[in-house]
């Protein structure tokens, strides 16, 4: 399994601004996931990231308003940019062991 | 087009009354399928992955089964604390990478 530390849990932002989730796995993974949780719906996946590699983005999602780091096997970013509030979601980091995808507890943002 | 539907959207149940979740994908040849559960205000909570037909896992009150087309999620005599949303997923082997395809979830809500 997995340990998935994800920061910050909850934020409040204003439109036009710009929030940076960090996402830290207790031990080296090749990829990393990025979903978004839109209310009362399930997970849609917004990109993969592989270390050292451009990140691979879903349909309707580009690289421009969810820019995305990953620095090293154990951590990545997911910028959500220029928010508007129908970027309010809760957004998940992912790892893939063993087959299986482990999730963190997310991060829940509002726009304002 | 990998697809995943779940029925019911809501289920409420008495404690003690068993029942079962379904789960119906379209896959172009399935890698794995995936029960989590998810708690309000938390990421989503591994459960079980089946393979192939014809296979089932147990976990306390919960058992999953599979078809070609469809898996169930049985859950027997439940308690108030299996309350919470059921994701199904599936991945297929028609991606370069581990993408999985999430359904939308069945609330379930157990009462006392």
């Known amino acids: 399994s997995a340990v998935i530390s994800q920061k910050p849990s909850r934020d409040i932002c204003q439109r036009g601004t710009s929030l940076t989730i960090q996402c830290q796995v207790d031990?080296?993974?090749?990829?990393m996931f990025w979903y978004r949780q839109q209310p009362g719906q399930s997970l849609t996946l917004i990109a993969t990231?592989?270390?050292?590699?451009?990140?691979?983005?879903e349909s309707g999602f580009v690289i421009d308003k969810f820019p995305i780091s990953r620095p090293n096997l154990t951590f990545s970013t997911l910028t959500v940019s220029n928010m508007s509030p129908e970027d309010s979601s809760i957004y998940l980091c992912?790892?893939?062991?063993?087959?299986?995808?482990?999730f963190g507890a997310g991060t829940r943002l509002s726009v304002l | 087009e990998d697809q995943v539907t779940q029925s019911p959207e809501a289920l409420r149940l008495q404690e003690g009354e068993s029942s079962s979740l379904n789960c119906s994908y379209t896959?172009?040849?399935?890698?794995?399928l995936f029960w989590y559960r998810q708690d309000p205000g938390k990421g989503p909570e591994f459960l079980f992955t089946?393979?192939?037909a014809g296979e089932e896992k147990e976990k306390e009150r919960l058992k999953a089964t599979l078809t070609k087309k469809e898996s169930f999620l049985h859950i027997t005599a439940p308690k108030p604390e299996d309350s919470a949303t059921y994701l199904c997923?599936?991945?297929?082997?028609?991606?370069?990478?581990?993408?999985?395809?999430f359904g939308p979830g069945t609330s379930l809500s157990v009462i006392p």
């Open positions: 992912s790892v893939e062991v063993g087959g299986i995808q482990y």
């Open positions: 031990s080296q993974v090749t990829m």
């Open positions: 990231a592989n270390q050292g590699s451009e990140a691979t983005y």
């Open positions: 896959v172009s040849g399935l890698r794995g």
């Open positions: 089946l393979y192939s």
């Open positions: 997923a599936v991945q297929g082997s028609k991606t370069s990478y581990d993408k999985v395809i």
